[in-house]
């Protein structure tokens, strides 16, 4: 699957914050082979040039940045966040974020579309970080989005996939869409089963970094997306809810 | 003048948001700016006429999920 027009080398997409240090953040996109890695965009302090240091960590990584639009409330917050993105990173790749709620962080759908619909028209390829409800994806789609970024469950949650038949129904109803698994992914088993779901890639930012090994930890999910994209592609067998052996019956002797 | 710069009060004497960028040692730095809430792409950053009481954002990259 390509994320417009461009074939990614993992469906592993990584966060970059809050890691212990520079040091174990850069070991960790190694282990992980991080197809694309996010990142945002702070004030920068005049004195510490904080900012000036992590772009020269990023830029010897040599993997695709995805910037995001986190922490915007609005449209406009949003849309001038990423425009200021565009011009720091040089690509018009954006994860777009318009959070609607401070205790879940779910994304404002409707502030979504509309920021969505804005910066598509300004050329941007919009990532944009949405909930499973069908009709907003319909809508981001039209809105020019050829990517949909679903949560599992809220940012930093780690609960895994939240509802496993709506990220199902979305799959289904959309297969020629690429879809990313973002938020709340905590375990390596939680971002297979995104993969086995036929999910495209999942973006994991917390479960890493905060993991008490995060350059373990990111070796963990690389070999759980590569699991789940192969059972995927094997075509699992179908759930049932009898049980039925399967060890043959036939030959068993009479013991009784 | 006095501005704001990152929602800190700075007296500058800059005439243009490009040179306030140079006073600030900002200079060919990874950098994005903002007026009152507008974006202003780099390229622009010279005809912006620094004014009184005017906010300013500076930012660069960062880690980000």
């Known amino acids: 699957m390509k994320f417009y027009g461009t074939a990614l080398s993992s469906p592993l997409m990584l966060g970059t914050a809050q890691y212990p240090s520079p040091d174990i953040l850069a070991s960790a996109v190694k282990a992980a082979q991080a197809g694309v890695i996010t990142v945002s965009l702070r004030r920068e302090s005049a004195g510490q040039k904080a900012g000036q240091a992590f772009w020269s960590l990023i830029r010897e990584l040599e993997v695709p940045v995805l910037p995001n639009t986190a922490g915007c409330h609005t449209v406009k917050e949003a849309v001038t966040t990423a425009h200021m993105a565009r011009e720091v990173f040089e690509t018009d790749w954006v994860k777009l974020e318009v959070i609607g709620e401070a205790d879940t962080l779910q994304p404002d759908v409707f502030g979504l579309v509309e920021a969505a619909r804005i910066l598509t028209s300004e050329g941007f390829r919009v990532f944009p970080y949405t909930t499973e409800d069908l009709v907003v994806a319909e809508k981001l789609l039209a809105a020019g989005c050829e990517v949909l970024m679903p949560w599992g469950a809220p940012i930093g949650s780690g609960k895994g996939l939240n509802n496993v038949f709506g990220l199902r129904a979305l799959r289904a109803h959309f297969p020629d869409v690429p879809l990313v698994v973002d938020a709340g992914i905590g375990v390596p088993s939680h971002a297979a089963q995104a993969m086995e779901l036929g999910y495209d890639a999942v973006l994991i930012n917390t479960a890493v970094a905060k993991a008490g090994d995060p350059v373990a930890m990111a070796r963990a999910f690389s070999l759980a997306v590569e699991a789940g994209a192969l059972a995927y592609k094997a075509d699992p067998m179908a759930e049932r809810d009898m049980a039925a052996p399967s060890t043959p019956l036939l030959g068993k002797p009479v013991l009784a | ?65």
């Open chain 2, 1 to 65: 003048m006095n501005i704001l710069v990152n929602d800190e009060a700075r007296e500058v004497t800059a005439a243009t948001l490009a040179a306030l960028v140079d006073e600030l040692g900002l200079k060919g730095a990874r950098i994005a700016t903002a007026v009152d809430g507008d974006f202003v792409p780099a390229s622009r950053r010279s005809h912006l006429t620094i004014a009184e009481g005017m906010k300013i954002e500076i930012v660069a990259p960062m880690q980000g999920g």
